[in-house]
T-cell receptor
């Protein structure tokens, strides 16, 4: 079967750095994606890692270790607007088919 | 204008009724998906389509059917709605040239089955 695990909640203060981890078990792995979803909104794409290593996009970075079946999303210089749910998702068992984790709710406090 | 639109945005229906949720996209993508999201859970794939002639079941297709009327339109039907189908439904698209894992979501349809 396929499964993803990520923490259910994370709390941080403005300006801080937070890391959201994701471990997965799957077959036919193609890559790990991250999506952001604000309350009442639609998921929006943040990043995709197909190869091991760190991908940086502005204040957000994403890391993948295929050998450890592990990845993380790193958010720097946290802002209040970063309060949202963050989902990891694996591309597995078919090109462009995603399996999503249950999500991590990030609360950023002043 | 939004690239991926869903209608209706909200719907209340009664048990046993047939309803259809519609999705349209102007992104020119060939791949379209339907997901449902329940509170505190991630998105679960219902059906997906890689082109007009290709329809595939996802994780939770029982009780649902789909129709890909054109490259830009993908509809989800609940043949006989039941209360545990109350959820938030999202349509998404992706482009084969952009690589796996990159999907674009519509605004969602909030469905309540009484």
């Amino acid at each position: 079967g396929q499964s993803l695990e990520q923490p259910s909640e994370v709390t941080a203060v403005e300006g801080a750095i937070v890391q959201i981890n994701c471990t997965y078990q799957t077959s036919g792995f193609y890559g790990l994606s991250w999506y952001q979803q604000h309350d009442g909104g639609a998921p929006t794409f943040l990043s995709y890692n197909a190869l091991d290593g760190l991908e940086e996009t502005g204040r957000f970075s994403s890391f993948l270790s295929r050998s450890d079946s592990y990845g993380y999303l790193l958010l720097q210089e946290l802002q209040m607007k970063d309060s949202a749910s963050y989902f990891c998702a694996v591309s597995s068992g078919g090109y462009n088919k995603l399996i999503f984790g249950a999500g991590t709710r990030l609360a950023v406090h002043p | 204008d939004a690239d991926v639109t869903q209608t209706p945005r909200n719907r209340i229906t009664k048990t046993g009724k047939r309803i259809m949720l519609e999705c349209s996209q102007t992104k020119g993508h060939d791949r379209m998906y339907w997901y449902r999201q329940d509170p505190g859970l991630g998105l679960r794939l219902i059906y997906y389509s890689f082109d007009v002639k290709d329809i595939n079941k996802g994780e939770i297709s029982d009780g649902y059917s789909v129709s890909r009327q054109a490259q830009a339109k993908f509809s989800l039907s609940l043949e006989s709605a039941i209360p545990n189908q109350t959820a938030l439904y999202f349509c998404a698209t992706s482009d084969r040239g952009q690589g796996p894992g990159t999907q674009y979501f519509g605004p969602g349809t909030r469905l309540l089955v009484l």
